[in-house]
């Protein structure tokens, strides 16, 4: 279930929610990865870690079925959305 982030989020926190919830988020439209990293914004990190959620395209929630948004934060760990495109092996 969704929670607010924790400030004192550790990467082995993480590791453990990525488990949990990585098979259901590659479920979701246009997810194509999940990983655990800095938030970047220009190319500096912004935040602590958490959870990346690697989407071919974004689309606005509002186009999305309720089962296809990725919440903010699962379990206290922050979550955001990376667009990577199409992924195609070598």
Do not use: C, H
Request: glycine share 10%.
């Amino acid at each position: 279930m969704p929670t607010e982030p924790d400030d004192e989020i550790t990467i082995a926190e993480i590791q453990t929610v990525k488990a949990r919830y990585e098979a259901d988020l590659l479920k979701k439209a246009n997810v194509v990865g999940v990983g655990i990293g800095l938030r970047m914004r220009e190319g500096k990190p912004v935040g602590g870690p958490g959870l990346i959620v690697n989407v071919t395209r974004k689309v606005p929630s509002l186009f999305l079925r309720p089962e296809d948004r990725i919440p903010k934060t699962l379990d206290g760990v922050p979550v955001w959305v990376e667009v990577v495109g199409e992924i195609k092996a070598r």
